[in-house]
């Protein structure tokens, strides 16, 4: 059913950027679009595994916060999805932060929904790794199959073979040559793609399907992969609409292509594919399994993603909504209001902070007329952002211990602090600027004293 040239070890990556969402106005009502409910004709696929070998995924969420109520769901959503094509839960590593199924904020305590009218997609998720164990050394240690390399969590791994199959999803927020993580610090592209090599080198797997859901998010693999194309997924959507048997990778990229572009509108997302461009003919079923209750779906090219008339909102906006909405429904003069004003207020005035200091300091280290120029210098297609992915770390550091923490609205600025780097400034000259252009330290959440530097 699925040809394979023998021995080969692929690697197919799938990228979508700012993936479009809705309003976050009621995540409980107009949110995420209506997967398939068909769920109840499960059917173990268990005759599969000698044949194309055992079916690996690890999925996980890079944020935490009710705001960022999505990037869970869709985790828990993808292992719902998983487990009704038939892999099995031994073979399924879950990262989340799991904040959200008892937050005060959810309507529902217990539940977590994926889509408007959804049914619960949290019940029966495996807690591997939750809270302040939603590591990147975890989730690397997971991939490599590197049980003694964990801590804290299930120690759950893919424990590969030659023959198998690994799925990897990662849904979040992310900047360029970064993906957020709900603990500190992020993960960055450069150690990301030293993994991947590290397990390809180690030959404990047939072929590796990378998701990647974030936003600004294609400089990931930029010049860090052979082989560069374009294209991306919001799969999961679409998986419940299709039988996976048939549908194949790049049909279902050019569904999502064709939503996300969303008629070009300011927040619609670009779409990419990297890796091995072949890859993409294989039927998704070797990654999803199916559900059996699709089977008898032909794919029909327009039948599904329907463009809806949802509103895209820029997902590094999502906090900031999360407040704004919470504050205008809260009762005049309640506590809940006025808690919600100063988080709004907090957040959009660390936002102005970032801004300003990363233009202050492009100003102090390049000059008034070629600071800005600097900054927003985007690498030709095929360079990596950064020549140096330690220089981009440490220089990360030296702003975030004069300047606060970068945060998760503040991975944006990665492009220009890796230009920093590119343009050959040293440590101590990037202490000197960011010393100048901080003059006062933040004090709320988002020093890096409370959490630790991002990077
Ligand atoms: C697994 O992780 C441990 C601890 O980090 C390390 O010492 C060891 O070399 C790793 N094993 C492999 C096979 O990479
Ligand atoms: C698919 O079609 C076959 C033959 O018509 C039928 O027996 C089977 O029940 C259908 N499966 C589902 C899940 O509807």
């Given at each position: 059913?699925?040809?394979?040239?023998a021995?080969?070890?692929?690697?197919?990556?799938?990228?979508?950027?700012?993936?479009?969402?809705?309003?976050?106005?009621?995540?409980?009502?107009?949110?995420?679009?209506?997967?398939?409910?068909?769920?109840?004709?499960?059917?173990?696929?268990a005759?599969?595994?000698?044949?194309?070998?055992?079916?690996?995924?690890?999925?996980?969420?890079?944020?935490?916060?009710?705001?960022?109520?999505?990037?869970?769901?869709?985790?828990?959503?993808?292992?719902?999805?998983?487990?009704?094509?038939?892999?099995?839960?031994?073979?399924?590593?879950?990262?989340?932060?799991?904040?959200?199924?008892?937050?005060?904020?959810?309507?529902?305590?217990?539940?977590?929904?994926?889509s408007?009218?959804?049914?619960?997609?949290?019940?029966?998720?495996?807690?591997?790794?939750?809270?302040?164990?939603?590591?990147?050394?975890?989730?690397?240690?997971?991939?490599?199959?590197?049980?003694?390399?964990?801590?804290?969590?299930?120690?759950?791994?893919?424990?590969?073979?030659?023959?198998?199959?690994?799925?990897?999803?990662?849904?979040?927020?992310?900047?360029?040559?970064?993906?957020?993580?709900?603990?500190?610090?992020?993960?960055?592209?450069?150690?990301?793609?030293?993994?991947?090599?590290?397990?390809?080198?180690?030959?404990?797997?047939?072929?590796?399907?990378?998701?990647?859901e974030?936003?600004?998010?294609?400089?990931?693999?930029?010049?860090?992969?052979?082989?560069?194309?374009?294209?991306?997924?919001?799969?999961?959507?679409?998986?419940?609409?299709?039988n996976?048997?048939?549908?194949?990778?790049?049909?279902?990229?050019?569904?999502?292509?064709?939503?996300t572009?969303?008629?070009?509108?300011?927040?619609?997302?670009?779409?990419?594919?990297?890796?091995?461009?072949?890859?993409?003919?294989?039927?998704?079923?070797?990654?999803?399994?199916?559900?059996?209750?699709n089977?008898n779906?032909?794919?029909?090219?327009?039948?599904?993603?329907?463009?809806?008339?949802?509103?895209?909102?820029?997902?590094?906006?999502?906090?900031?909504?999360?407040?704004?909405?919470?504050?205008?429904?809260?009762?005049?003069?309640?506590?809940?209001?006025?808690?919600?004003?100063?988080?709004?207020?907090?957040?959009?005035?660390?936002?102005?902070?970032?801004?300003?200091?990363?233009?202050?300091?492009?100003?102090?280290?390049?000059?008034?007329?070629?600071?800005?120029?600097?900054?927003?210098?985007?690498?030709?297609?095929?360079?990596?952002?950064?020549?140096?992915?330690?220089?981009?770390?440490?220089?990360?550091?030296?702003?975030?211990?004069?300047?606060?923490?970068?945060?998760?609205?503040?991975?944006?600025?990665?492009?220009?602090?890796?230009?920093?780097?590119?343009?050959?400034?040293?440590?101590?000259?990037?202490?000197?600027?960011?010393?100048?252009?901080?003059?006062?330290?933040?004090?709320?959440?988002?020093?890096?004293?409370s959490?630790?530097?991002?990077?």
């Amino acid at each position: 059913m699925v040809r394979y040239l023998a021995g080969a070890v692929v690697v197919l990556v799938l990228i979508s950027i700012s993936v479009f969402v809705e309003s976050r106005h009621d995540i409980v009502g107009d949110v995420l679009k209506l997967p398939s409910e068909v769920s109840s004709f499960f059917r173990p696929v268990a005759d599969d595994d000698d044949s194309v070998g055992t079916r690996w995924a690890v999925l996980i969420a890079g944020s935490n916060g009710y705001w960022n109520y999505r990037h869970q769901a869709d985790i828990c959503h993808a292992y719902q999805l998983l487990r009704r094509g038939g892999v099995r839960e031994e073979n399924i590593v879950v990262f989340m932060y799991d904040d959200i199924a008892y937050d005060e904020e959810n309507p529902r305590p217990g539940v977590i929904i994926n889509s408007p009218h959804g049914s619960d997609v949290y019940n029966g998720v495996p807690k591997d790794y939750t809270g302040e164990d939603v590591t990147v050394d975890n989730f690397f240690a997971a991939i490599l199959g590197n049980k003694s390399a964990t801590t804290g969590g299930s120690g759950k791994v893919v424990d590969s073979g030659p023959n198998d199959h690994i799925f990897i999803y990662y849904s979040d927020h992310g900047g360029p040559g970064v993906l957020g993580m709900p603990t500190n610090p992020y993960m960055y592209a450069g150690d990301l793609v030293d993994v991947l090599k590290k397990k390809h080198a180690s030959g404990t797997y047939k072929s590796l399907v990378f998701y990647l859901e974030a936003c600004e998010s294609g400089s990931i693999f930029e010049g860090l992969l052979p082989e560069g194309d374009l294209y991306s997924v919001a799969w999961m959507e679409d998986s419940d609409i299709h039988n996976l048997r048939t549908e194949t990778l790049r049909q279902q990229y050019q569904q999502v292509k064709k939503r996300t572009s969303n008629d070009n509108s300011g927040w619609g997302s670009h779409v990419m594919q990297y890796g091995d461009l072949k890859l993409s003919t294989e039927e998704l079923f070797m990654y999803m399994g199916t559900n059996p209750a699709n089977d008898n779906f032909t794919f029909v090219e327009d039948n599904s993603l329907r463009l809806s008339s949802s509103k895209a909102v820029n997902q590094r906006d999502a906090d900031l909504l999360h407040f704004w909405d919470k504050y205008r429904k809260a009762p005049e003069g309640s506590s809940r209001k006025i808690k919600a004003q100063k988080q709004f207020s907090e957040a959009m005035s660390h936002r102005m902070h970032l801004d300003n200091s990363i233009q202050l300091i492009g100003k102090l280290l390049f000059g008034i007329e070629s600071g800005s120029e600097v900054l927003k210098t985007v690498r030709l297609v095929g360079e990596p952002l950064v020549d140096d992915w330690l220089c981009l770390k440490t220089l990360v550091r030296t702003f975030e211990t004069h300047c606060g923490s970068l945060s998760q609205y503040g991975m944006k600025h990665m492009r220009s602090i890796a230009n920093i780097c590119n343009a050959g400034i040293s440590k101590e000259q990037m202490s000197e600027a960011s010393a100048q252009a901080c003059v006062t330290f933040p004090s709320n959440p988002w020093s890096s004293v409370s959490k630790g530097f991002t990077a």
